[in-house]
């Protein structure tokens, strides 16, 4: 009997709404602010989430498209094709690259011979190219990253703000039972679960976007490789066809 009585008094004691607008009612205006960080911090990668996705899939779909139509027009000697290929699939990764070799290499076409050093300027345009090429695909990413490096410590921040709220409510209400902390430490847990659920799908989302930009530039240096081959093979037969 004593023991259901003392059960029925903690019930009493730690009675707390866990409904998203009791809990947010319950918190102090610190812990306020951490939970609106938190969720524009989430806004925030769940915006760079989307936008990369849709990114990363227009460039996949149109370098699919792009990569035999280019081929074609380069075994046919045709680079002016070439280069309209390129300008029509202007969110292929690797018609950005393509295409800025292309017209580097097109630019020396009026002389009777192509150097070395015109090879080289070709190469470096290519270069150039597929460095901006990454930057722009690795654009918000690396924020992806520091949110789901610190939105845990954010969190932890509103759970060590829970805690002395807790204790301060043990202090103010001179009661040491359940009931006068079960504020507090409803609001230390919701900061940290908020924390965590902002952190960890950032994180999955940066190694897969890292992995993916790590695919795009294997293909990009590929691509680049190929093309200087392919000014290389076309110059050499410019010098046989002269002589």
């Known amino acids: 009997m004593h023991v259901q009585l003392w059960a029925l008094y903690l019930l009493q004691e730690t009675t707390v709404q866990w409904d998203p607008v009791h809990l947010w009612l319950q918190m102090g205006t610190l812990a306020k602010c951490v939970v609106i960080g938190l969720f ?38 045709k680079l002016d094709e070439a280069v309209k290929i390129a300008d029509r699939f202007k969110r292929s990764h690797l018609a950005k690259v393509v295409v800025a070799g292309l017209q580097e290499f097109q630019a020396h076409q009026t002389s009777s011979e192509i150097s070395g050093e015109e090879i080289e300027a070709s190469k470096r345009a290519l270069e150039r190219a597929e460095a901006i090429v990454h930057a722009e695909l690795k654009r918000g990413v690396s924020g992806l990253a520091t949110i789901g490096s610190t939105a845990p410590f954010v969190g932890l921040f509103g759970t060590v703000v829970g805690i002395i709220n807790a204790f301060s409510s043990i202090s103010t209400e001179k009661s040491t039972g359940l009931g006068a902390v079960a504020g507090g430490i409803s609001e230390a847990l919701v900061t940290t679960a908020i924390g965590l659920f902002v952190a960890i799908p950032a994180v999955w989302m940066y190694n897969f976007f890292t992995n993916k930009i790590e695919a795009f530039d294997v293909e990009m240096g590929n691509s680049s490789s190929e093309l200087i081959d392919y000014f290389l093979k076309r110059s050499q037969r410019g010098v046989g066809a002269r002589k």
């Open 40 to 77: 524009i911090m989430s806004a925030y990668s769940i915006g760079v989430m989307i936008d990369r996705l849709m990114a990363y899939s227009a460039a996949r779909k149109q370098s699919r498209q792009f990569a035999p139509a280019v081929a074609g027009a380069l075994r046919e000697g």
